[in-house]
């Protein structure tokens, strides 16, 4: 199985002066004011701004990529433009998000259908009356959802982190951003990152949101991304360049998307009790070897709930025996990305001694899969460079460097 690799952690300097271009390009996209509707950039003015991609730091491809989940949103709220500029300064090889769609049509980074756990528009007195309850994916949810809000409404809002065991500082000092304010963030850092988008929800966008030309919410996902300069399959040369992996619960949405673009696509897996929410098909059914081979023709890996991969007990808070599905994704030619890797006491097993390296080890090493979606992103790229560093081009073919890997060989083999 092929992975991926980081490139190394940024400087300060070097954050500061991604973060200048990036406000840049904002301000560009969405106006002064931070407030009015974005206008979507044309093709041509945005690739007249975007940094020439032929010419980064590529994306590492050689050890298991690291994704940061929703931004590096252990430190900052989720899904802001801080959490993303973090990871990328942290060392994040890609950098993950959830696309919904406002109730103007609009494509924003946000996880929950509902606005309540995660910004301030409960303190909104102008918003009081927008509470509404819908069936999402078979059960009746109550709160503010985002289908109800323009972008411009959406954008008067302020985003808190999502955990109160989590730093507070950041609540209330960033908004709201876009599916392609989120993607500038990737063009525009100093090196190659990927960006790793989730269809999310798509069942429940479609149902409430119309667009004038009668397209899908899925079609807008894809024109986005095309739009941006993204495509080509899995480790070509347009992927290497920009590269993306396009993700969703839905299978039914990653086969309609199929028939748009080439791009690599993930099919993420629920816990073991929950139906796909497009097909109400089980977990056992989408497991099997049967469906793993059918839906092997339309991606190229998946995303299950690391707990179904290795079930815990659920009485004593250690890890069972784990299943076989990495073995069997494997064998079809399939990556598998578990999700998600928390620092936190409370999220790691007895068995990691509350060291979330020895949890890193364990999935690495042991389980062996092909990256992780994680909230501390700097945690995963401190440990692999540890353990597996970046190698410049000249160190990997140096006669000396060799000579220093046999000898490495060697010693684990036995021979001192």
């Known amino acids: ?201 798509p069942v429940f966008i479609n149902q409430h949101v119309k667009w004038s030309d009668g397209k899908r919410f899925e079609d807008k996902f894809v024109e986005t991304l095309l739009r941006y300069g993204y495509g080509g399959e899995y480790m070509s040369d347009g992927w290497l360049r920009q590269p993306l992996f396009i993700q969703s619960f839905a299978p039914t949405s990653l086969i309609y998307v199929s028939n748009m673009t080439d791009s690599p696509k993930l099919l993420l897996i629920d816990d073991t009790t929950v139906p796909t929410q497009d097909t109400n098909q089980s977990y056992h059914e989408i497991t099997s070897d049967a469906y793993l081979a059918f839906i092997g023709s339309y991606v190229v890996g998946i995303g299950p709930w690391k707990d179904t991969l290795v079930p815990p007990d659920p009485t004593d808070n250690r890890l069972g025996r784990p299943a076989d599905l990495v073995a069997r994704a494997h064998a079809l030619r399939l990556q598998v990305h578990p999700y998600t890797f928390r620092n936190e006491n409370q999220y790691l097993h007895f068995d990691f001694r509350q060291d979330p390296y020895a949890e890193y080890a364990y999935w690495l090493d042991e389980v062996a899969v092909d990256g992780l979606f994680t909230d501390f992103t700097g945690s995963l790229h401190k440990y692999q460079e540890w353990t597996r560093p970046y190698r410049k081009e000249q160190e990997k073919t140096s006669p000396e460097a060799l000579l220093r890997e046999i000898a490495g060989m060697l010693k684990n083999d036995g021979y001192d």
């Open 1 to 201: 199985m092929a992975s991926f690799s980081p490139s190394g952690r940024m400087t300060r300097t070097a954050a500061s002066s991604l973060a200048a271009r990036v406000v840049l390009a904002l301000l560009l996209l969405i106006g002064v004011s931070g407030s009015g509707a974005t206008q979507a950039a044309s093709p041509h003015t945005h690739h007249s701004r975007q940094l020439d991609v032929n010419h980064k730091k590529p994306v590492q491809t050689f050890r298991p990529i690291n994704i940061a989940h929703r931004g590096s949103n252990g430190e900052l709220p989720e899904e802001t433009a801080a959490a993303y500029l973090r990871a990328i300064e942290e060392g994040a090889d890609f950098i993950e998000t959830d696309v919904l769609a406002s109730k103007d049509g609009h494509l924003v980074c946000f996880h929950d259908v509902t606005l309540d756990a995660t910004t301030d528009v409960a303190d909104h007195a102008e918003f009081a009356g927008r509470k509404r309850t819908y069936e999402v994916q078979g059960e009746d949810v109550t709160g503010w959802f985002i289908v109800d809000f323009t972008l411009e409404e959406l954008r008067s809002l302020r985003v808190k982190q999502r955990f109160s065991f989590r730093d507070q500082r950041y609540n209330g000092k960033y908004q709201i951003i876009t599916f392609e304010e989120y993607i500038l963030i990737a063009l525009y850092a100093d090196r190659t990152v990927g960006i790793y988008p989730e269809i999310k929800n």
